[in-house]
């Protein structure tokens, strides 16, 4: 466990030498958006019988914690093609495990930063008044530790640093926009409808939603979601031994 401590302090660490910086680059797309499609736009349209900005906020939260969560795979490239930082790992007594869960955790940890943000940004520019319980944020958790995982994985398994563009260009780009993010996925094409539905977002966007608004969700979401976060988090176990290798 000290490794583990040691890999997520490091991050931390890196992290508060920019938080300024991480703060104003986290704040850019949820203010837009919020003052653009929420505000703006959808200022006199409602959705599921709410305001469009209330069914806005819980779908941003679901896309933002995955972007964010994702995005720890750009870090861990530069530092293990340019900067030699996972060489450094390599050579010290430090299981992969280890290693996973010190940069899975500060994955989500960037996550929930952006979601605070939001929630923010929701209740003081919109008024919004949604209910982020306990349960709200564990789902939260659940999906960035997902895709955090995910971007590991990915970071693992690339070549070089510009093909993570790929992955982002054709899998979580797509999945930000059609995971319910700022439509419901019942208004989706019923060819591709059930495709979106299974995809880990959707379930996290539809989740937080039913819980937000105060309405009854399926428990057994959460536990596939567990279920997912497991295997991805082997996975990118995995991709740590094999990259060692």
């Known amino acids: ?10 991050e931390l660490f890196l992290l508060q030498k920019r938080f300024i910086k991480v703060l104003l680059s986290f704040s850019v797309n949820p203010f837009l958006y919020i003052l653009a499609f929420g505000i703006g736009l959808g200022k006199h349209i409602n959705i599921m019988g709410r305001s469009y900005l209330e069914f806005l906020i819980p779908g941003l939260i679901a896309a933002s914690s995955m972007l964010q969560a994702f995005a720890i795979n750009v870090e861990i490239n ?11 790992f390599q050579s010290a007594p430090l299981s992969p495990l280890s290693y996973a869960l010190g940069e899975i955790l500060s994955g989500v940890t960037r996550a929930f930063i952006s979601v605070f943000i939001i929630m923010a940004f929701g209740y003081y520019l919109g008024g919004v008044k949604l209910n982020f319980s306990a349960i709200f944020f564990l789902v939260v958790f659940l999906n960035a530790f997902i895709f955090a995982s995910l971007g590991l994985a990915s970071a693992m398994s690339i070549k070089s640093h510009a093909d993570q563009t790929l992955i982002t260009n054709f899998i979580i780009t797509p999945m930000m926009f059609l995971g319910g993010t700022f439509f419901p996925v019942e208004n989706l094409p019923p060819l591709i409808q059930p495709l979106i539905e299974i995809l880990p977002l959707t379930l996290v966007s539809k989740t937080l939603r039913a819980i937000a608004f105060g309405e009854e ?9 567990a279920i997912i976060g497991i295997i991805c988090f082997s996975f990118a176990v995995i991709t740590i031994k094999r990259a060692k290798d």
Not at 1 to 8: I, P
Not at 217 to 225: Q, T
């Open 217 to 225: 969700f399926h428990y057994h979401n959460i536990l596939i979601l």
């Open 1 to 10: 466990m000290k490794g583990f401590l040691a890999v997520y302090l490091r």
């Open 78 to 88: 530069v530092a293990r093609f340019y900067l030699k930082v996972f060489e450094e």
